[in-house]
């Protein structure tokens, strides 16, 4: 194999989504840079692959970055994993491939397996564009701040959630986005996989409903719509919902970035609202 990166989708769950390329890249790579070195010795067992694995993941990758650069360097090529899916996906890598084409080495991606795009094809939902919005801060301003501009943006958007959080999780998309259609995509490609499309109104209560459906990794896909303030027609209401949960600057900011309204005539309705 030539030298260089080769970013390598691995397997969201069935193993028999592993494509042929990715294979010949893991057996013929010098170094394969893992996520969980004891996962991807798993599958490469599996495959009957014996190489050499080293650790990269969140807390090293930034050290690790320049130990893959000097491989790449002196010739060799280095095949990077994550535990599922592909790299810097929500996952780690993205710092790794920055830093190798920074060094002006060749980066190769070896397309496979992704949840992201995986749940999107089996949700039924038209969409124009897509938004991808990882995993949601776990709470407090930033979470707030996160979903107010979600709520402003027509595109269908896609979370990925954990078994934890997924109740406050549907719970907080409904505030911030109103009653949509959500498909709830649990255990993808899995045996316990399970593609549901719900109403953002009742989706929590219908997951608390049956402990089994609570359980597994989630991603989440929500239907695209127009902001109801965009048109013009009462950026007020708008605006009342950002100030419930953010700082009156902040709203009045977001609020006339989502609407197109003048911003000095939503900071006066704001204090207003705020009795000031």
């Known amino acids: 194999m030539a030298s260089g990166l080769y970013v390598v989708a691995t397997p969201i769950g ?12 893991l057996r013929g790579a010098d170094v394969i840079a893992a996520e969980d ?3 991807t010795r798993g599958l490469l067992s599996h495959f009957g692959i014996s190489a050499k694995v080293i650790a990269v993941h969140a807390h090293n990758e930034a050290r690790a970055a320049q130990g893959i650069v000097d491989l790449v360097a ?3 090529s280095v095949a990077l994993v994550t535990d599922a899916g592909t790299p810097g996906i ?3 890598g993205a710092a790794v491939v920055r830093r190798v084409r920074e060094a002006g080495h060749t980066v190769i991606p070896i397309p496979g397996a992704s949840a992201l795009t995986t749940a999107l094809s089996a949700s039924g939902l038209e969409f124009e564009g897509v938004v991808f919005a990882g995993f949601l801060p776990a709470r407090g301003k930033e979470r707030r701040e996160r979903l107010a501009r979600l709520g402003g943006t027509p595109w269908a958007i896609v979370l990925f959630e954990s078994p934890h959080r997924i109740l406050e999780t549907l719970a907080d998309l409904h505030a911030a986005l109103g009653d949509r259609t959500v498909v709830i995509a649990r255990e993808l490609t899995m045996r316990f996989e399970s593609i549901e499309a719900r109403a953002l109104e009742g989706a929590a209560q219908w997951v608390a409903a049956n402990p089994d459906r609570g359980r597994g990794e989630f991603v989440l896909v929500i239907e695209g719509r127009e902001p109801e303030a965009a048109s013009g027609d009462d950026p007020g209401v708008l605006l009342q919902a950002l100030l ?3 700082p009156l600057k902040q709203a009045v900011a977001l609020a006339t970035r989502i609407s197109g309204g003048k911003r000095n005539e939503l900071y006066a309705m704001a204090l207003k609202m705020k009795g000031k």
């Open 14 to 25: 069935n193993l028999g989504d592993v494509t042929t390329r990715a294979l010949e890249v």
């Open 37 to 39: 070195t004891r996962v």
């Open 90 to 92: 929500s996952d780690p």
């Open 244 to 246: 419930d949960e953010l």
């Open 74 to 76: 002196a010739g060799q």
